[in-house]
């Protein structure tokens, strides 16, 4: 059975009966995890293993787990910093920044390789412009050049954990006020714009070989009257065209207000499927997520699942092991420094 197009989310830490049957079903390929699901990293690495005997090729496991606000699993892993903190670094030593974004990359993925998940949905791509309520201090910078920087860092950590990244939100949200898990926002900049200044991230990592990438729900109303994760012109012509883009495109979870312009949850579905995504997310819903595999029929596509197959994660390592490991210890102290005191100076 190879990968389905869709990933869907769990109710608590172990595996409902009603879930097994969810996950086996053809359409299924993958799983997003929410703090609801973890307890320990025993815990976790238990209902991973679980889920992981359910298929074989192994359901895809994913969270968000960038760092600062977005980080599902706090006691018992590593504080993570948010991304802002390297950017307001690079300022005054952009060479100090990039070692200690690329540190935090390998110690987040190094962590959740050890329990079992494949990637994070990981890094925040966004050009800061100081509006956005949702994106605030998940970017990087207000730089783009800076932000592309900083990420391609933190993407080289990340690979060296064994974990494939992903930029988000494509093309751009950070210059939208409104939050897309509660509105649609609406960007009215010119495709030139926006081109020039938020996509120059997106294109500088898929040049250093990004390996997913996630678009917004945001319209931006000069160019498509779709958000971008429904556009065909912002995913095809713009992200695998002109940019060459080849990697896997996920959708942002279907059940955020911001997706609700593409009808129920099946038309949704196909909607996101037909501009250019490869998997789509439906998480905390699950009436959604059966309207979805009953209701969605999606076309064949043999090139699908070789992309999904590249996001499993590589270099399996046991909590323990990791835990014993000398650079872990070095580099978890440096971050564990970093997210109590951002203006603390120390070497690394």
Request: charged content about 25%.
């Amino acid at each position: 059975m190879s990968l389905g197009p869709v990933m869907l989310d769990l109710h608590g830490t172990t595996l409902l009966p009603e879930e097994r049957e969810l996950l086996r079903h053809p359409l299924v390929g993958g799983v997003i995890l929410f703090t609801r699901n973890y307890e320990s990293p025993e815990q976790l690495s238990a209902l991973l293993r679980e889920v992981h005997a359910l298929r074989e090729p192994r359901l895809l496991v994913a969270v968000d787990h960038e760092g600062g606000r977005v980080q599902r699993f706090r006691t018992g892993f590593t504080p993570l910093p948010p991304a802002r903190v390297f950017g307001d670094i690079h300022a005054r030593d952009p060479r100090r920044a990039r070692r200690l974004a690329e540190a935090t990359g390998w110690v987040m993925a190094s962590e959740l390789r050890a329990v079992g998940v494949d990637f994070s949905f990981a890094p925040v791509l966004d050009v800061d412009r100081g509006v956005s309520r949702v994106i605030g201090d998940r970017a990087f910078h207000h730089s783009p050049d800076v932000v592309a920087e900083l990420a391609h860092s933190y993407m080289v950590g990340m690979r060296k954990a064994g974990m494939a990244a992903t930029g988000k939100h494509f093309p751009g949200h950070g210059a939208v006020e409104a939050d897309s898990h509660l509105a649609l926002p609406v960007d009215e900049r010119r495709y030139e714009d926006i081109y020039a200044e938020d996509i120059v991230p997106f294109e500088r990592m898929i040049g250093y070989g990004l390996a997913a990438v996630m678009p917004a729900h945001v319209v931006y109303s000069k160019v498509d009257a779709q958000p971008a994760g429904f556009s065909r012109f912002w995913l095809g012509e713009v992200l695998r065209r002109r940019l060459g883009f080849q990697g896997v495109i996920f959708s942002d979870d279907l059940s955020m207000e911001g997706a609700a312009c593409g009808g129920d949850y099946a038309g949704r579905a196909a909607a996101a499927v037909e501009a250019g995504c490869d998997m789509v997310l439906v998480c905390n819903n699950r009436a959604g997520v059966e309207a979805v595999l009953d209701g969605f029929r999606p076309r064949h596509d043999p090139v699908l699942h070789t992309r999904l197959a590249r996001m499993h994660g590589r270099h399996p390592v046991s909590w323990d092991s990791l835990h014993r490991d000398p650079h872990w210890q070095q580099a978890v102290h440096a971050v564990e420094r970093l997210a109590q005191d951002p203006t603390m100076e120390f070497d690394f």
